[in-house]
């Protein structure tokens, strides 16, 4: 799945959600996606937490296999900036 992919998915489950934070999920050399409130993008924007993994763990995450708070404990994600915002969006993911 590509990172557009992995965007059409977020960004249908975060519409009509309550979620008004920027996020970026950083994929190295694979891409990003940017979620701003219920904007989703691939283009890369600041935002106020970063969230870097590999893009096999993000699919698994959108595709339910992979909860992100596993992926935090066993180290396949990191998380710079507002750590209450990654908790924010474990609600929509």
């Keep these: 799945m590509g990172m557009e ?5 977020i960004k249908a489950r975060i519409a009509g959600s309550d979620f ?3 996020v970026k999920f950083d994929c190295g050399a694979d891409g990003v996606v940017v979620l701003d ?5 691939t283009q890369n924007a600041a935002a106020d937490c970063v ?3 590999s893009r096999d763990d993000l699919e698994a995450m ?3 296999e992979l909860s992100p708070t596993a992926a935090f404990m066993q ?3 990191k998380v710079d900036g507002d750590m209450s915002v990654a908790m924010q969006l474990s609600q929509v993911l």
């Excluded at 992919?5 to 998915?9: Q, S, T, V």
């Excluded at 409130?37 to 993008?41: D, P, R």
């Design 5 to 9: 992919a992995i965007a059409e998915k």
């Design 20 to 22: 008004s934070r920027s």
């Design 37 to 41: 409130g219920t904007s989703v993008s």
């Design 51 to 53: 969230i870097s993994l």
């Design 62 to 64: 959108v595709a339910g």
């Design 75 to 77: 180290g396949k994600l």
